[in-house]
């Protein structure tokens, strides 16, 4: 079975909506490495259609123009895309194509596909938060930024059940930012 990550840019208060707002003061080459790691880790990416939008609008030309970042774009670009949306897409930018299907369904088929590599996710909350609750998700990559934005769209809703998590790993970083990657447990942890 393939292994499914997410990664999200995430502040301490929980906001992971909007990250070009407060993000970019943090980024560094450390935090470059990590994102690069957890995305050319994989053969596909799943992405959710606003996410799609904004990659296909800058990545493609990132790679046409050949700059400090055009070999990650290639990558990208070469990777085969899935796009979770209800709506009709014209998808621009190569090797892109429609989730098919019920979304939990249609995922836990592709995790049973034959590939070399892993499945990755880079934003698309909505999407994140439905395969955490349904058990899907392997490891989420969360950078936590030393900063609490107070507004905004937060990695989890109120009033949804808990979901258990077990550390997997933890490194932080010059800039304040730490690096979490996280993965399923089967219980809540038991305080000492």
Same mark, same amino acid.
């Given at each position: 079975?393939?292994?499914?990550?997410?990664?999200?840019? =995430?502040?301490?208060?929980?906001?992971? %909506?909007? #990250?070009?707002?407060?993000?970019?003061?943090?980024?560094?080459?450390?935090?470059?490495?990590?994102?690069?790691?957890?995305? $050319?880790?994989?053969?596909?990416?799943?992405?959710?259609?606003?996410?799609?939008? $904004?990659?296909?609008?800058?990545? #493609?030309?990132?790679? /046409?123009? %050949?700059?400090?970042?055009?070999?990650?774009?290639?990558?990208l670009g070469d990777m085969r895309k899935i796009v979770v949306t209800r709506q009709d897409l014209t998808? !621009?930018?190569?090797?892109?194509? &429609?989730?098919?299907?019920?979304? =939990?369904?249609? @995922?836990?088929?592709?995790?049973?596909?034959?590939?070399?590599?892993?499945?990755?996710?880079? %934003?698309? @909350?909505?999407?994140?938060?439905? +395969?955490?609750?349904?058990?899907? +998700?392997?490891?989420?990559?969360?950078?936590?930024?030393?900063?609490?934005?107070?507004?905004?769209? &937060?990695?989890?809703?109120? %009033?949804?059940?808990?979901?258990?998590?077990?550390? =997997?790993?933890?490194? #932080?970083?010059? !800039?304040?930012?730490?690096?979490?990657?996280?993965?399923?447990?089967?219980?809540?942890? /038991?305080g000492a």
């Open positions: 079975m393939r292994k499914l990550t997410a990664g999200l840019f =995430i502040s301490l208060d929980g906001v992971v %909506g909007e #990250p070009q707002e407060w993000h970019m003061p943090y980024f560094n080459d450390e935090m470059g490495a990590a994102v690069d790691a957890q995305l $050319t880790s994989a053969d596909t990416l799943l992405l959710g259609r606003r996410t799609y939008e $904004t990659f296909a609008g800058a990545w #493609p030309q990132r790679e /046409a123009e %050949g700059g400090e970042d055009a070999e990650f774009a290639k990558v998808f !621009t930018w190569r090797n892109s194509e &429609r989730l098919q299907g019920d979304l =939990i369904e249609a @995922v836990a088929a592709l995790k049973n596909e034959p590939g070399e590599g892993d499945i990755a996710m880079s %934003g698309s @909350v909505s999407v994140v938060r439905q +395969l955490l609750a349904a058990g899907l +998700l392997d490891e989420l990559h969360l950078l936590v930024h030393p900063v609490a934005v107070r507004k905004g769209m &937060r990695l989890f809703d109120e %009033g949804e059940p808990p979901i258990p998590l077990r550390l =997997i790993s933890a490194k #932080p970083f010059t !800039t304040g930012v730490v690096y979490l990657v996280y993965g399923p447990a089967q219980t809540a942890a /038991a």
